[in-house]
């Protein structure tokens, strides 16, 4: 009898402690699910509702393949526009007597530059005067005191001798001028065009020959681009082809106007000239710039903001595509080449094309791949 009841009491016993630990187990499981991290609609995405999104800013864009623009890097130095520039420069051997103008000073047309002497200046206005006078008072006379060809020689030499003038550098108003000073051999050299002195390498007294350079002058208006392309660049540059450079974190179009086909011996470069307009004289010649060709890509391709990008659990990158609303899927891609701020990517092995049309996460993808972090899934494990 004592045996039958322990073993019923036994039993009792045991049944209890099953009971108790079924629902043990059931708080428990129930207690995990009141503290899992809401957001967390299955393993591969996240729920936000509208107050989440609006508090972390959430900003979609819509994926739509194109052909965007690669960037080619070049480093260029901006020169002085030769078809624009001015170099000022003696047609006979002459000393500096004194200065008219300043480097870095804007001149306009017919302004002073330079004045010089020379000795054979002073022969050649000496010889003109002598001609000028002898004509003047030829030209008072009657026809009939003087032969014809008295009158032709006169006016031939009067001619003779002002040409030479003008070709030893003098301007027309100098030369009107000449009766009236009483010095010879000193002229004037004035700007043929308008724009800023870039060099004035010398001094009062300094001799200079023939074609020897005293000023230059250049219209910054626009300015040169001397771009290196290295020999192993092959893509096609023309005209046509849209360039842009930069200087001190600002960006300026320009335009190609000539490319070389030689190879520089030291460098093993090559020179592409492009042209840049300078309206707000902001570029000076002697500054170094970036160049950048633009060339579109083969195909059209998916890009994204550099902000859409974020590492998954397993260092992969991924993008979230909205699903539903509020609803978005952590998608692995494949990150490609960079072009500026955004990024070309493409679906990996084990994802699936990435819809056109489709909405992608550019603002708040940090936020959201921590959401997804403490649900405390791996993303990628399913």
């Known amino acids: 009898m004592n045996k039958r009841i322990f073993s019923y009491a036994a039993g009792l016993l045991l049944i209890s402690l099953r009971v108790n630990a079924g629902l043990s187990a059931d708080q428990d499981h129930n207690h995990t699910e009141q503290h899992r991290p809401a957001g967390a609609a299955h393993s591969q995405s996240v729920l936000l509702n509208q107050a989440q999104q609006a508090k972390i800013n959430l900003k979609l864009e819509t994926i739509q393949p194109a052909y965007e623009r690669m960037p080619l890097y070049a480093p260029g130095e901006l020169k002085a526009n030769s078809y624009t520039s001015y170099v000022v420069t003696p047609r006979i051997d002459s000393v500096i007597e004194r200065r008219h103008a300043v480097l870095g000073q804007i001149v306009e047309p017919g302004d002073k530059l330079v004045t010089l002497f020379s000795q054979d200046m002073a022969q050649a206005q000496a010889d003109y005067l002598i001609a000028a006078s002898q004509w003047q008072r030829f030209a008072k006379l009657t026809d009939t005191s003087l032969s014809e060809n008295q009158q032709v020689e006169a006016k031939a030499r009067f001619k003779a001798t002002q040409g030479k003038l003008f070709a030893m550098g003098m301007s027309q108003s100098d030369v009107n001028q000449l009766q009236e000073t009483q010095s010879l051999g000193l002229y004037t050299l004035t700007a043929k065009r308008g724009g800023i002195v870039l060099a004035d390498n010398f001094a009062q007294g300094q001799r200079f020959e023939p074609g020897e350079a005293i000023m230059k002058l250049a219209d910054e208006s626009s300015l040169w681009v001397e771009v290196r392309l290295a020999a192993t660049q ?149």
């Open 234 to 382: 092959q893509s096609p540059i023309d005209t046509s082809t849209p360039v842009e450079i930069e200087h001190n974190l600002r960006r300026y179009p320009a335009k190609v106007i000539q490319q070389g086909h030689t190879l520089d011996p030291l460098t093993r470069t090559r020179v592409v000239r492009l042209e840049v307009d300078n309206p707000d004289d902001t570029l000076h010649a002697g500054m170094f710039v970036s160049a950048y060709f633009m060339f579109n890509t083969a195909k059209a391709v998916i890009a994204v903001p550099e902000s859409a990008l974020v590492r998954g659990a397993d260092g992969q990158w991924q993008i979230f595509v909205e699903h539903e609303a509020g609803e978005f899927i952590a998608t692995p891609v494949l990150r490609n080449k960079q072009i500026g701020d955004r990024v070309i990517i493409e679906p990996t092995s084990s994802s699936q094309m990435i819809e056109t049309g489709a909405r992608v996460v550019v603002e708040g993808a940090f936020f959201v791949a921590s959401e997804l972090a403490k649900s405390g899934f791996d993303p990628h494990n399913h």
